[in-house]
Each structure stands twice: as C-alpha cells, then as structure tokens.
C-alpha cells in the first residue's frame, strides 16, 4: 500500500491534487482500453488498404447508396421523432389531456420493445411493409422515446415567468411557442434526435429482417459471404466516423442545454393549457401511438402464438427444452454482461468523481466513445482480432461477454458515476478516520450507498444484453441460441409462429426490468436512456 | 489520549504552498483552537493530522509515535484519529445509533447499550439510536458524529469547524456540549474554526495560523491582551492602532500617557488598545482626553462609538455598554483602563481604510489581516 501510493504519489500532478490509487487507475484504464481495441484494431486493419485502393473502395456505387439509404432514413426518422415526440411531450406535460400521466409511462414504454421485435411484428403483419416504409415505421416506433424523454424534461424545466413576460409584451399563444418555448427546447430536441440518427446507424436487426440495406446490414453480408477483409474496415469506419459526428454533437447540445436549466431554484409549476375539444384528436392521437409502439408488437406476438404450429412454417417448429435453452442463455448472458459492464464501470465512475483531472475526464470520454460504435464493428473486430491473434478465444462465451461489456459501458458508466457523486467525500473520509481500511469502507459505506445506482446500471445492462442480437449473432460460440438469434432465425425464414414464444419471452424479461427499474431503482434509472 | 507534536510541517498544492512550516506541540487532553480565516491553510493541516492528504516534509507525531514524516506516512485508518468534519458526515444509510458505533468492533456493535451510552456521552437520549440521522437538526448531527469519532477512543480529536453550519443559537448550545463531552473523555482535541470568539471561548490555547505559519499559540487572555504583531490584534478582535513614542515602559500618544505591558525599546512605536478599554467619561480628569462623538452603532448589549480625539484627526472606536451610549454630536472625555501593546514602528503607519462605526466586516478584517502579511 504505502509503496503503491509512493510511486503514484510522484504522478500527483498529472492526477490532481491528491492522487487516485494505483490499481484503481489501472482498472480504468484497462475499461478504456478495451473500449479502443475494437476501433483500433478496425482502424490497423484498413490501414492494409492503400490510399488509391482506398478512394476506388469508398467512391462506388454500393457506398453512395448505403450512404443515401441511411441518410434518407435519418432525415425521415428525425422528423417524425421530432415531430412526434414534442407533440407527445407537451400534451402530457402541458395540457390538460386527460389520463397523461398514464400516456406518460405509455409514451416511454417503447424503449423496452427491441426494434427487431418491432420490425418482427410489422413484417409478419404486413409484407408490404418492407425497404425504406417500413424501416421507418419500425425506427419511429422505436425511437421517437429519445426525443419525448428530454424534451418532456425540459417542458419540465422551463420557467413560466419567461412565457408570461413574453404574454405580458404582447405575444400571442402560438408567437409566445415560437419565440419563448421552442428556442429553449432546443437543445433537447437537438439532443434526442441526434440519439435517434445514432441508433438509426447502429441498428442492424430490424433492417436486416426488412430487407432494407444500411452500413451494418451491408457489413454483415461480407462477414457472411467471406467477402470481409480491409474493405470491410474501410466501410464500417466510415459507419463509426457518423457514429461519432453524432455522438459528439449530441454531446455538444446536452452540455449547453444542462447548463441553461442550471439554477432555478423553485419554480411554479407551468400552468396546463386547457385543450377543449381539441382532446378528442389529442386522445385520437394517443391511441394510435400505443398502438403503434405497444399494440402492435405485443398484439403480433400474441396472435402467433395463438397460431397452431403447423402455421410456423419451418422446421424449427416451437419447444419448450428449445425455449428454456434460450431463455437461460439469455439471462445467463445478460447477467454475466451486466456484472463485467457494471465492474468495469465501477473504478472508472470512481476515479472520475473522486479524482477530476484532464486525465479521468479522457478516460470518462474514451469510455463514452463506446456509445459511438456500432455491435456489427465491435463483433467484426474482436472476431479478426481473435482469429488472428488469440484463437483459443474465437467464439468462446468470455469473448462475447467482454464485447457486451464493451457495447453497454457507457450506459453502466452513466449510472454509476451518478451513484458515486451522490456520496460525499466526507462519508469515506468519516469511515477511515473510525480505521477502516479502504476495503471495509467499499463493503461498509461505498456498496450500500451506491447499491440502487450500481443495481440500476446492472439493469439496464441487462436488459440491452438479453435482447442483443448483433453481436450475439456473431460472436456467440457454436450451439449457443439466444431469445434473441432464435426469434431471428425463424423470422428470417418466415417462420413467425416459431419465433412468437422466443419474442414473448424476450418482450417479458424486456417490459418487467423496465418496469423493475422504474418502480424500484428509482429516477437513475432512466438517466441511462435519457 | 496523547499529545500531539508537528514540527516543521510544509504542504503544497500545484506549487502553491499552503503550509510553510507550522510548529505545534498540543499536550495530552487538551483543546487547542486553530484559527485562521478561509484559505489560511486550516483544514489543510487537519487533513494532513488525519492522513487524508500527505505531507510533503516536516514531522507529525502522536503520543510519542510518529505517523508522518520523510518516507513515513501511514493512512488515516492506522492512525485512530477522530474527525468530526464540518458537515457531520453521517451515515445516511445508517440509524443514528449504527452510526456512533461505526468505528468499533463487530462484537460491541452488535451490543444495543453502547450505543445508547455514547449518545448519552454527548447529551442526547438514549432514543435516538433508533432514529435515520436525517430527522435530527444539525447539532444534533453534530453531536452524534462527535460521538462517533469518541467511540473507538481515538489519540486525538480532530473538529473541521463543526459549528460553523449552525444557526447562532444552536451553535452556543452545541458548543458547550461539545466542550462537556470532550472534557469528560479526557480527549486531546484540535479545533478549526474561523470564529474568533468560538476559538478563544473554547480553546484553551488558540493558535493563529497565517500564511502558512502559526503566528501565535497562547492561552485565549493571551492571545487577546498580548497579540505578537498589530495586524493579529485587528485579526483578533477589534484594535485601536495609533501612532506613538515608547519610553521607559510607557507610550506617549493621542489617548495621552498610557502603561506598555511589554516594555521594550524606546523610540517611535505604533500603540494598540482595546475599544472596551477605553472609557468614556463626562467630565474632564487628569490623564482625560477630549473627543466628539462622530456616530453610534447600537446593539442592544453594548454599542460601538466612533469618536474624533480633539488632538487628533484619526478617529478611534470605543466600545461602551448598551445603557452608556452618548448621542451623536456630543462631547466627552476619554481614559484607557489597563495596559497596552505597542510594536516598533519602521515604517510610517499603514494608512488602513478607516473602520465604520460597527467595525468592520469580517471579509475586511480579512483582507486587511492578510495584506499586512
């Protein structure tokens, strides 16, 4: 101990005033590493290209239309979710809508159906719901939660003393919207739609069973048909340099945005707009929502199941062994994925809050750059990196959960950091004055004081590993089915009475953490998605 | 309980330096005041004593054992230290009663009587123990988390400004409670405080740190009748400073011929007196002074006056009792009772911003006690 902290008490400069303990900046600088190996080791793996080979590769005809595909798609869907999920935001916080607490849990439940299961329900509705219509509808559905979530906030948030001096300088209703209101909604509205564009360019399932091509359906075909070398690497660091435009710009406005709500004290609360008549199509509105995001999934699911299984029309005809296997693999998996996230997590949101330098603030960052990279990258990566480098790792369970803990860092990170800075410095300090050694005082003060926030982390992490399919697809060893492979496999074959007891279960285990997390773990817990 | 010995004690943050050398020995079961105002390095002290932070040279031993010095230090949980920090630092996750037992074994925390008998040790019922810190007001808080920094009988008590986030009648009261509960733990204390009549009632020595250094460790009469340099006068407490000229153990100035309580060199002097020691009196004696009465800062128990010596043109502030104060616009002869400090003078007097009736603000007094640093 003394000798450790001697060597990093030299480094105390570089860490701030006081310095972090060696083995815990080791710790987070493992967690930040393994959050770089993916994109440096796409990054070294391009590099095989040479320049003029380069240009020929990403100037064809296949790049301009996935470019023009998902771009398409991202303007598309950042409409809708715009437009949906501010309209959404302000009847629930701003009318007198009736029932809107009720739409208010109703609005933010689609989170908890995975788009592929979405894009499941859909194709099997209707298969004239396919290419660019339905990848819409589909990542609509899905996402328009990410721009109703802050904006709602921040319709929370504002101060009514502004629009009623607007009022007072003669505005009208609507000029009083336009000029007070949506000017300082903006940063959320920027912000969620950003997240939208981002998880429209990591998505992967729910395109891929709509037969809609994006940079990550694309990816996935050239690792299928062997076609996967340094032209893959080229193609996915294009998808990973959108990735982190959009990262960084969400970044951006959050950060002006938080600040602006910064220091208000107590406010009034806004008064709520009476809506008249206009509740019936306001209501109208609702409805359809629901039914769009959560009827239809879980209707779709439903009717399936209810199916005979002679409607499954493959041979993997539903069983219950079969569905066990999947389940326990999938929880087996989202658990294991939930502790490596959330102990990888741990040393990093510590150093970070107990520490602040330039050099915590680079891992934290390093660490939130994992946002910005796609499952299909990450899986393509550790595969080569494996294959060419550490074999016996190739498609072995502790490779998937550490692409897993990669993948979900950044959600397990936000939570426990949270969790972390909510203790005061002076609780440990209290604790090793009584003559508690550091260890005690983790196990005595730091695990029961950050325990909801850690567990709410560990959560959610679980959630996206049991409903994961990209990497799972990729990276899972041989013979292992997941809920989540196995409603792909079927579906993909059109079998979509088998795949209904899979996506049940998948759907169970997704809307009962949700609602676990926001009845038990408490605010935290969203602040994840947020 | 132990004493305390630092020697040569030097901490600093980014090259800035905070502590230069600071010298103290406290001994066994007593109670020193450090004061000092924000920024002279007062908690940078406590937390090198404690071992939250390390020091970069000098000495710290306690009863006889050192716990820091070169190549030394060893963590705060080794060094059975308690600390009672200014915010309480409870437990929230802890009853009141888990909370003062923190500190001990796991055999006696299980044990209900202790708790309740430590909580009785700082003056509160039995029954808190049951309670969640949260519903106890501050002193309270504070209270229970000096009973948990006594629990596991430390060497030594560490208290960061514990009173300091207490409204002022809650402060008195925690104040003396705290002073009985350390008393009768025989425990050697250290106290940081900002609050110059919280150090010299409490303390039995108060030390002045300053720029780094203690300026002065003396018993509170001491400290307050004979304070080493003028700009410690003014820190602590209000001061009188004028001009004068020192002979043979007696200073000449304009409040006429006053007794030095240090004699020391003849010649040209700078004379400080405490506003209570001069008297105002309605008519003229021998050895009186005339002045007018410039303006009145009247707070109930006694009142601040500003008065223009007729010889003079600098005014000087008298404290009197509430019921004694003049009007404004009058006349009245003044006296000093007692003897008085005076400090050799180089340099012409500094020219300091002239005080208010009501003394200054504790922000000026800062800034003015640091500048003549």
Redesign the interface.
Known sequence: ??LA??AI?KNA?AFG??AAPAPLVAAAIFASALVVLPIGFTIIQATGVSARDAVDLLVRPLVGRLLFNTVGLIVAASATCAFIGAAAAWFVERTDLPGRKVWGVLAVAPLAVPPFISSYAWVSLSNSLQDFAGALVVITCAYYPLVYLPVAAALRGLDPALEETARSLGQTTWGCFFRVVLPQLRPALYGGVLLVALDTLTEFGAFSLLRFRTFTTELYAQYRTGLDGPESSLLALVLVALCVACLIGELKVRGGGRYARVGAGTRRNSRLAPLAWTRWPALAGFAALILGTLGVPLGMVGYWLLQHASAATSPVAPSLPLLLAATLASVGYGLAGAAAAVLLAAPLGYITTRYPSRWTVLLERTAYLAQGVPGIVVALALISLTVQLIRPLYQSAILLVFAYAILFLPFALVSVRAAMAQV?R??E?????????WF?VAR??LA??TGPGLGAGATIVFVFVATELTSTLLLAPIGTRTLATEVWANTSTLAFAAAAPFAAVMLLISLLSTWLLANRLGAVAFAGRD | MADLRIAALTKAFGGTPILRGVELVVSSGSLVAILGASGSGKTTLLRLLSGFERADSGTIEIGGQRVSGPSLHIPPERRRIGYVAQEGSLFPHLTVGENVVFGLSRAERRNPVKAEALLESVGLPASYAVRPPQELSGGEQQRVALARALAPAPKLVLLDEPFSALDAALRLETRQAVAVALAAAGATALLVTHDQSEALSMGMEVAVLRNGVLAQVAPPEELYRRPVDAALAQFVGEAVLLPGVASAGFVACALGRLALARPGADGPVEVMVRPEQIRLEPVARIGTVKAKVLAIAYFGHDASVEMLLEADTMPVTVRVAGHMAPRPETEAWLSVEGVVMAYPRSAPLVELPLPLASGKSPADKQRAFTATN
Request: cysteine-free.
């Open positions: 101990m003394t902290a001697s008490g400069a005033p006081r005061p002076g609780l300090e209290a604790a090793r004055s009584l003559g508690l050694g005690a005595r003060v029961p004081l």
